[in-house]
């Protein structure tokens, strides 16, 4: 029996408009800016905690509240607020950004006696919260087993592939569950953590409802409870009196504020309209950051990695993106570190587990053979266009959207790369897409030619590489069938031992580094921000705000 597991343990004075103009009339060379490190502020004594206030932030519009209907960070980042998971990272200031530690939620402890079984047993005396047709039951296992049953029957739940190795999940008792695996599946907790499609929901909301798309069945055993939902303006969640953690949420409330405009939501920002940054990952963009240091050098502030990959990706599964020469050319026409320089200011060029995520995710100059393909080559690129008999290059879409967090800067993104791709005779066409409709096709596939944008957060790295290449999967975006990957992704998927598993998972990134079915691009660098009366907090790249909001206190 393996042992039993609880509580584990310089900014840029340029306008990026500017930078981004000059840049495609000329191109730039700016070198890359290391990301700086604060680790003060990450352990800083926060004092004694206080109850009160309102925590004010920006947020997000969810697409609906069903999590197994989207795979949208808006409708997950929302209700973390009122929902719980069996286990869940690890927040605090203790805990540096990048860094996702499993710790126990509604799930008080667990263990794997084998393979392929793994139980957990579940606190007692939680409650759902008290509102109809719930009305403050107890949590119980039979909860538990309808959540992973629909998650796993649903059809139209994007993200059922992380659970593709269980066989079933069982009730043992009135406080504890058992899964039971077709096969090992070494991730299976890290994935129960994971802030994507694993709330815990209650049958009865269900039933009553048909589906939980409503904002009225968004009703968990989160730390807040939803009491105001005004579409495209803002989500009110108040302090839950009866969750499950002791002393928790300080704030008596939340307001999750959705401002669509980065100028005017820094301006809040900047005015003490809201207590954290606006910008994604409640930070300050980094065109901002040089003026708001010098006026406002009193605010908090945290540089790191994101650990979300962006790339171009495309159907390989069709002419002529089926012929790794033509996906290589793509590779070395687009200018990776211009599109830092001009319209990130900070980040590092990827392979497909994002640098944010360091422990999984190999240097450029580790990758071998494919590292080749990340250099900016025109040259060798129209070489192998020719040598693939596209000598003349060819037209083709080029799909974004800027309704990512990273809002317009994707586009702006998208237009430097279509610059470099021209250059090399590949014209494409640029469409932008409404998010909603991103989501629900391009990102999913039902698209043609090639697309641009954030393809997808590594908070392990199973999930990013099984999603996006294990062929017939929903987040297949490029349609991709490598036998070698799949037969790699299995085994890594089998391995106990953390550094043989580290092997296979560096070799499958070399591997696909040669393939380049995925033209992976860069991880941005952030710079969280928060005021100075906002105490407990440390900034990461997980969807869950409510447990972090909850965990602070404002300290006016």
């Known amino acids: ?10 900014s840029v004075g340029l306008n990026r408009r500017t930078l981004l103009k000059a840049s495609l009339m000329a191109g730039v060379t700016l070198s890359s800016l290391p990301l700086s490190r604060s680790p003060g502020l990450w352990g800083a004594e926060a004092g004694p905690p206080k109850r009160g206030g309102i925590l004010r932030v920006r947020g997000y519009d969810p697409v609906h509240f069903d999590p197994h209907q989207t795979i949208s960070f808006k409708t997950h980042t929302t209700l973390s607020f009122v929902y719980s998971k069996l286990v869940r990272h690890k927040i605090g200031p203790e805990v540096r950004p990048g860094t996702f530690i499993v710790e126990p939620d509604l799930a008080e402890q667990w263990e794997s006696p084998d393979d392929t079984t793994y139980i957990f047993h579940l606190r007692k005396g939680v409650k759902w919260h008290n509102k109809p047709p719930l009305n403050g039951r107890e949590l119980v296992a039979e909860d538990v087993k309808f959540t992973y049953d629909r998650f796993m029957t649903e059809p139209g739940n994007p993200n059922r592939y992380m659970l593709d190795p269980v066989e079933r999940v069982e009730v043992v008792d009135r406080y504890t569950v058992k899964f039971l695996l077709k096969e090992p599946y070494v991730w299976l907790v890290s994935a129960l953590a994971y802030p994507w499609s694993m709330w815990i929901i209650a049958p009865e909301v269900v039933q009553q409802f048909g589906d939980l798309k409503k904002p009225e069945t968004a009703i968990g055993t989160g ?33 999750w504020l959705v401002v669509t405009d980065p100028s005017s939501a820094l301006a809040m920002y900047r005015s003490g309209q809201f207590d954290c940054g606006a910008a994604p990952w409640w930070g300050v963009r980094q065109e901002d950051l040089d003026s708001i240091k010098k006026t406002h050098p009193h605010l908090m502030y945290q540089d790191f990695l994101s650990t979300v990959s962006h790339a171009i990706y495309m159907r390989t599964d069709q002419p002529p993106f089926n012929d790794v020469r033509v996906r290589r050319a793509i590779s070395h026409a687009v200018n990776r570190q211009e599109i830092i320089d001009a319209v990130f200011i900070k980040g590092e060029p990827i392979p497909a587990v994002s640098r944010g995520l360091a422990e999984w995710s190999p240097r450029i100059d580790e990758l071998g053979a494919g590292a080749r393909y990340y250099q900016h080559d025109p040259k060798e690129a129209r070489r192998l266009l020719a040598e693939a008999g596209l000598p003349k290059g060819f037209k083709t879409l080029l799909h974004t959207t800027n309704g990512t967090g990273a809002g317009p800067a994707i586009v702006d993104a998208a237009q430097l790369a279509q610059r470099s791709l021209k250059e090399v005779g590949i014209e494409t066409e640029l469409k932008i897409e409404e998010y909603g409709a991103y989501m629900a096709t391009t990102y999913l596939g039902k698209f043609e030619g090639l697309a641009l944008a954030p393809i997808s957060n590594a908070w392990d790295p199973d999930t990013v590489l099984y999603g996006l290449y294990a062929p017939d999967q929903p987040r297949n975006s490029g349609h991709v069938n490598d036998p070698k990957i799949t037969a790699m992704l299995k085994a890594q998927r089998r391995t106990q031992d953390r550094e043989a598993r580290k092997k296979i998972i560096f070799d499958i990134q070399r591997h696909i580094a040669e393939q380049q079915c995925y033209v992976y691009l860069y991880a941005v660098g952030i710079t969280g921000s928060w005021q100075p009366y906002v105490k407990n907090y440390s900034p990461n790249t997980t969807y869950d705000y409510g447990s972090r909001s909850a965990a602070l206190w404002l300290d006016r």
């Open 223 to 255: 730390p807040f409870l939803l009491e105001h939902y005004e579409p495209n303006v803002k989500t009110v969640f108040k302090r839950n009196p009866e969750y499950f953690l002791p002393g928790i949420p300080w704030v008596d409330g939340v307001e």
């Open 1 to 10: 029996m393996r042992p039993q597991q609880t509580h584990p343990e310089n």
